[in-house]
């Protein structure tokens, strides 16, 4: 798509939106500390999000968790509706009119792309969609059910920045850390001066939060925006904190990224348009193509209006899941439908190399597992793992036998072998959760194990007690499995030499005597275990 280039006002229309809200907030003291005397040669800076006074006067409590709520509870629905456009900021216009191409955009670099996540761990929620219709005829609602991919990975990012409250648009991007969102430069940060009070809410709907509110953790823009005020450097990331137990792109999934690709393409657009004819309630979709502004911008006919800024332009939009390759950055007062965004080339590249590893761990409350049953060979010990918070935690065992790893020994259970007979007992119970710091606790130690116990039944005797009768034993069961058996009849008490067998042929010299049996067992690393039958009655001639 090639546009007619024509003369436009001077002033640009930021696309950020003002909160109007009765209480301002204090800038913290640090958010503009981090500025050195000369920018840094790094392509790229960050700063850690911060809350502002009023904000840290509602939390109860320490940490990411009470950090969050106290956040939460600031952006109330009612103040996130009355989020409006601050068109006439000054500070955020673009001066002169847009430049005539120059020259055709190529990729500065090796093309690079990251798929979508498309697995999420999110609850299915309503189904409810907004019955507003289309406002112009090249934007729509897209009524999407907040469990969509295209709903759940876009969202409002709220912010504040020189005591007072903004929002921008801004999108899930796929990422090693698992914890990005992707947005405009000027939302995080502008002129040397960065945003605090950071917070996202996918999926957003006329104040509604169907999966709650996630806090920025860090804040990174290109040095090229942050310093020199470029707009086809002004790109943002922010890594975001666990919500749920989850970091984002596990809960939610996510779109992918690309950069030095062509910059003619078909986008769909998406974003949070406040400005009239919107009212900054709804996610709002633009499918156009794109054209080549030849100054390091791209830029589409839109319709979008300020509240959008941040919002991604997917390229290879399947109807849910595509890959950010662009996004609502700035417009010009004389021509207000068209759209600009950077290309993104490879300040893109940097930026997402620089903040893909980036995630946010939380610590999992655990428990010292202890081991139940009796340390002796052939009994089955049990690791008792105790609660491991916050769940689902996944556990995994390891027997140990004096500090050895047993090879096979991940079961809950052990059942002790003769090898390990003289030896301590352990395990290791190892809790993992995504977002979480995988952690390993190990049990006390048993005493050592002793030897095993044989179990075994009494033998009986068959066959008549009669001079010349061969008389045969039954030795019933015996564990465990493996046990050896010996036998010994006696006559009266005394042995008798060479009768070890199974069976036993009654000679003249049993005349008058009572035959009973010993059936001895012998299992390696058990006690060995005689029973003994009962006699038989007197042997007759």
């Known amino acids: 798509m090639r546009r007619t280039h024509i003369n436009r006002g001077i002033a640009l229309t930021g696309l950020v939106a003002a909160a109007l809200t009765a209480t301002l907030l204090p800038t913290p003291v640090t958010a503009r500390a981090e500025v050195p005397a000369k920018p840094p040669v790094v392509d790229t800076v960050s700063h850690t999000n911060e809350l502002s006074a009023a904000v840290s006067k509602l939390m109860e409590g320490t940490g990411a968790k009470a950090e969050a709520a106290a956040l939460e509870s600031y952006w109330t629905p009612a103040r996130m509706k009355a989020a409006k456009p601050i068109d006439r900021v000054s500070s955020m216009n673009r001066a002169g009119a847009a430049p005539k191409q120059r020259v055709q955009t190529q990729p500065e670099g090796k093309p690079g792309s990251v798929p979508p996540a498309i697995k999420s761990k999110a609850p299915a929620l309503s189904t409810a969609k907004s019955d507003t219709s289309a406002v112009t005829p090249q934007t729509s609602q897209p009524n999407l059910p907040y469990d969509h991919p295209a709903a759940r990975t876009n969202g409002k990012l709220f912010f504040s920045r020189d005591n007072q409250n903004y929002v921008c648009s801004a999108s899930i991007v796929n990422s090693e850390g698992k914890s990005l969102i992707w947005t405009a430069g000027h939302c995080l940060a502008k002129d040397a001066t960065w945003s605090y009070n950071v917070s996202f809410v996918p999926a957003y709907s006329n104040g509604s939060r169907p999966y709650g509110t996630w806090y920025a953790k860090n804040l990174t823009t290109t040095s ?30 996510a779109q992918g990224i690309s950069w030095n690709q ?15 004819p919107y009212n900054g309630q709804y996610l709002w979709r633009v ?15 839109s319709g979008l209006t300020g509240g959008s800024s941040g919002g991604p332009w997917l390229r290879d939009f399947d109807g849910s899941w595509g890959s950010v390759n662009g996004h609502n950055d700035f417009i010009y007062t004389a021509s207000p439908s068209w759209m600009y965004s950077p290309y993104y080339g490879d300040q893109v590249a940097s930026l997402y190399n620089a903040v893909r590893y980036e995630t946010t761990i939380l610590s999992l409350t655990s428990a010292t597992p202890t081991i139940s049953g009796t340390a002796k060979v052939g009994a089955k010990l049990t690791a008792k793992p105790g609660t491991w918070k916050p769940a689902p935690v996944t556990l995994t065992y390891r027997w140990k036998a004096n500090g050895t790893t047993i090879s096979g020994a991940t079961a809950t259970t052990f059942t002790v072998p003769a090898a390990l007979k003289g030896k301590s007992i352990t395990v290791t119970v190892t809790g993992a959760r995504s977002g979480y ?35 045969s034993t039954v030795p019933g069961s015996w564990k465990p499995a493996g046990t050896r058996l010996s036998y010994q009849w006696y006559r009266n008490s005394s042995k008798i030499k060479g009768a070890t067998a199974l069976t036993y042929k009654l000679a003249k010299a049993d005349k008058g005597k009572q035959i009973r049996i010993k059936v001895t067992g012998r299992n390696t690393g058990y006690t060995t275990l005689t029973k003994t039958s009962a006699k038989t009655k007197t042997v007759k001639a």
């Open 437 to 471: 710091t995988t952690i390993s606790k190990t049990s006390k130690a048993t005493k050592k194990v002793a030897s095993g116990t044989l179990t075994g039944v009494t033998p009986k005797i068959t066959g008549t007690a009669k001079v010349g009768t061969i008389l």
């Open 287 to 301: 499918d156009e193509s794109t054209g080549d502004e030849g100054d390091g911008t791209i830029y589409m006919y």
């Open 224 to 253: 090229a925006w942050f310093y020199d005020h470029s707009f086809d450097y002004d790109v943002g990331a922010a890594t975001m904190k666990v919500n749920f137990g989850y970091r984002i792109t596990d809960y939610l999934g």
């Open 262 to 276: 062509s910059a003619n393409y078909t986008a769909s657009a998406f974003g949070y348009p406040a400005s009239s």
